[in-house]
């Protein structure tokens, strides 16, 4: 089951990319296709979930602690 | 307009995203980027509580952010984070009427203060860049300071881009009124955190980017919550974990621009596992709008769901041959959903930003089916305010 599924996704990619010219790349320079458009927003909320939830980490590496976890 | 005028105004769009895609691609900061939050972060008080109050942590935060050229391949990034907190914290539980676990409050509510600071240096050499950071972290009863390096590779047609990052933390803790609760240590404890992270990201087409990461840290050291307590054998002892948990994470962000809507969307995932048996999923997606007048509109949702560590229990019946014991609502198995909504105005050279966020979490949320749930399960509101500035 998981050879079908990760066959279909990267069929699925594959059909999904494409040759991607330096002109047509203009929508990548917009702020709301960055990974993270506000990072002063985005490093407060992983602080805050890193504080009230067991699991952290995954786009950053974990930093220092603090008493509040 | 002419034909030739028409080619010479398509070659002009061409160069304009070629200029600014390679912006957007690693180079030194061009421009002097001054940010700053203000966030009010207040949580629902619990419905009941034997002693001890039912209110919660209501926390302010000031947050700064400076990025600066320093020369030609160098810059750097500043961080500066206060944070002023108060409210009664989650003691430990005991069994209640009905077989329903009732929370006991801390006795007082607890004031106290957090500063965090940060200082990224940045070199940029050709398709590559290397960074080091260094960041602090002080309270009255917890020091920490880290250090961190990263890299960042493209490719030469600036389609993918690898990056690779790692960092160590070490943690002095030393509880408050270690005198006065003698479940609190009362010497200082030590914690050492090390962790790495490497990520690809490819423009699929001229709408997609898709960017796949795996992670993994580990933790030793004092690693209970010294202000936790738990009954266990009729006795009230500290809250007691293992001093060694490691964690894995899988991840994924794709962002997508709708031509016809003007628009933006955001999916992200991430898979985690550690070494205390928690499994968690979190689902994120969000909605970037343009509108008129250089406004956006960012409407998100998140879902999150774990499972309990393999030590957790609502209430302790039986004496545990590990020695280990919590009752902390974090350990255990919860599910949450976090709703958001964000206003940006941009003016020419700098913006506003205004946001609200709503978190709910349960016992049965999502995948979560908790059979008796924790009763210091939280929600939260979060209010945040900010602008930015750069030239």
């Known amino acids: ?69 | 307009m002419s034909s030739k005028n028409n080619v010479l105004a398509m070659l002009g769009v061409a160069a304009t995203n070629l200029v600014a895609t390679q912006t957007a691609a690693i180079e030194v900061a061009e421009e002097f980027q001054f940010g700053l939050r203000h966030h009010s972060y207040e949580e629902e008080g619990l419905p009941e509580s034997l002693g001890g109050s039912t209110d919660r942590y209501d926390i302010n935060v000031n947050q700064f952010s400076i990025i600066s050229p320093l020369s030609e391949k160098f810059d750097i990034a500043l961080t500066y984070q206060h944070e002023k907190m108060s409210g009664a914290s989650p003691w430990y539980t005991i069994m209640g009427a009905d077989e329903k676990p009732v929370q006991i409050m801390s006795g007082a509510s607890i004031e106290d203060k957090r500063t965090d600071a940060s200082a990224k240096v940045r070199y940029v050499l050709g398709v590559s860049s290397f960074a080091l950071t260094a960041a602090v972290s002080d309270e009255d009863d917890y020091k920490s300071e880290s250090f961190g390096v990263g890299y960042v590779r493209e490719s030469v047609d600036k389609l993918s881009t690898w990056s690779f990052s790692a960092d160590v933390s070490n943690d002095d803790i030393n509880p408050v009124d270690a005198d006065i609760y003698t479940t609190r240590p009362n010497t200082e404890q030590s914690k050492r955190s090390t962790s790495a992270l490497i990520s690809y990201s490819h423009i699929l087409n001229k709408n997609t980017l898709l960017q796949v990461g795996a992670g993994y840290s580990k933790k030793t050291g004092f690693l209970s919550d010294p202000y936790k307590m738990v009954i266990a054998n009729l006795a009230l002892i500290g809250d007691s974990r293992p001093s060694r948990r490691y964690a894995k994470t899988l991840s994924s962000r794709l962002r997508y621009f709708v031509d016809a809507s003007d628009s933006a969307l955001h999916f992200d995932y991430r898979y985690y596992h550690d070494s205390w048996k928690i499994k968690s999923h979190t689902l994120s997606f969000a909605w970037y709008q343009n509108l008129p007048m250089n406004f956006q509109l960012v409407p998100s949702v998140r879902l999150y769901s774990q499972s309990e560590s393999f030590f957790y229990d609502v209430f302790y019946s039986d004496v545990r041959a590990d020695g280990f014991y919590s009752t902390d609502y974090r350990l255990s198995e919860y599910g949450a959903t976090t709703y958001g909504l964000k206003v940006i105005k941009a003016f020419d050279n700098w913006s506003i930003t205004l946001s609200a966020d709503k978190y709910s979490s349960g016992g049965s949320t999502g995948f979560a089916s908790e059979s008796i749930e924790n009763p210091a399960l939280l929600d939260f509101k979060l209010v945040s305010l900010g602008f930015d500035l750069h030239f």
């Not at chain 1, 047509?24 to 320079?29: A, D, K, N, S, V």
């Not at chain 1, 990974?35 to 002063?40: A, F, R, Y």
């Not at chain 1, 786009?59 to 008493?67: I, K, P």
Request: charged share 20%.
């Open chain 1, 1 to 69: 089951m998981k050879k079908i599924l990760l066959v279909v996704c990267l069929g699925f990619l594959s059909g999904c990319v494409s040759t991607v010219e330096p002109w047509e790349r203009g929508r990548f320079t917009k702020n709301e296709m960055q990974l993270e458009p506000d990072q002063m927003g985005a490093a407060f909320k992983r602080h805050v979930y890193f504080s009230k939830e067991a699991s952290s980490g995954g786009t950053s590496t974990a930093g220092g602690g603090c008493g509040c976890n």
